[in-house]
């Protein structure tokens, strides 16, 4: 875990991830590459008079110079090194490009905030980038605050064995240093009693499996049950205090569900813990 990419559009949603990443760099002792994303705007017109040229230019001197000064303000303060990029694709285009190149370990990313239209783009421009990226995303909420994480939620209905999602889960615990807990959801209006068992026996299994494989004695289990995901992992978390959330996960669609509320139900999370979505194999 040496290189944490933390793309910016200098809000406040983006700037709680680039606390997180901060602070965990200090933990990991990684280096951050913070990255703006310009989409370039140009039509033939504007072009052949170079107008937009002009002001394209401009646009990306400043973006330069905030990045820049960030950089040294995060040398200063903490000394750690951090480098910039800018591109001009889209943001996930440009995400997928910068991480492949500076083979970035962990992405993270701020979610949906109370600020306006700019945060909410922002949030679902982040579920986007989870349902393409081959590269685990750390999802730091609006309003966190740093809390170096003791408790690790791994939710699950898959039971999945894959080695590198699960070396990756289990050195981020070591890292940190923190606990891990597994989880699974049974719905109990959509879900039979049968698969009601099966996730009870198979959990308990799970639970085996990682505990030899991983050597996570302090590692334990548990099956939860109710109506809807996402207001059941939220009350299990709070009443359990966990630090971070765990999720691999292959279903894009489910991302986009999670991250953007509507209008008669608000289940963006607005995760109070940062969310690790790791992509599946």
Do not use: C
């Amino acid at each position: 875990m040496k290189k944490i990419l933390v793309p910016t559009d200098f809000s406040e949603t983006a700037n709680s991830a680039l606390n997180f990443a901060i602070q965990t760099s200090k933990v990991f002792s990684a280096r951050i590459t913070l990255l703006h994303s310009y989409e370039v705007s140009s039509s033939f017109s504007s072009d052949y008079y170079g107008a937009n040229k002009e002001f394209n230019l401009l646009m990306l001197s400043d973006i330069e110079k905030k990045l820049d000064n960030e950089r040294k303000k995060i040398k200063e303060q903490y000394n750690i090194e951090v480098d910039t990029a800018i591109s001009t694709y889209p943001l996930v285009e440009a995400i997928a490009k910068v991480a492949e190149e500076k083979s970035i370990d962990l992405i993270v990313m701020g979610t949906l905030g109370e600020s306006g239209i700019a945060e909410k783009i922002w949030g679902s421009r982040t579920s986007s980038v989870i349902g393409s990226t081959k590269v685990p995303v750390m999802v730091i909420p609006h309003d966190y605050q740093w809390k170096k994480p003791s408790k690790i939620l791994l939710a699950t209905n898959q039971f999945r064995k894959e080695p590198k999602a699960l070396n990756y889960i289990f050195e981020l615990a070591g890292l940190y240093m923190a606990s891990v807990r597994v989880s699974v959801f049974t719905d109990s209006d959509d879900q039979t009693a049968q698969t009601y068992l099966e996730n009870k026996r198979n959990i308990a299994e799970y639970e085996d499996f990682l505990k030899s494989n991983f050597y996570e004695k302090t590692l334990t289990s548990a099956h939860l049950t109710g109506v809807d995901f996402e207001a059941t992992i939220q009350e299990y978390i709070k009443e359990n205090d966990f630090d971070v959330l765990v999720m691999v996960t292959q279903q894009a669609g489910f991302w986009r569900r999670l991250f953007n509320p509507s209008l008669t139900r608000k289940m963006s999370y607005n995760t109070e813990i940062p969310l690790l979505a790791i992509p599946a194999e």
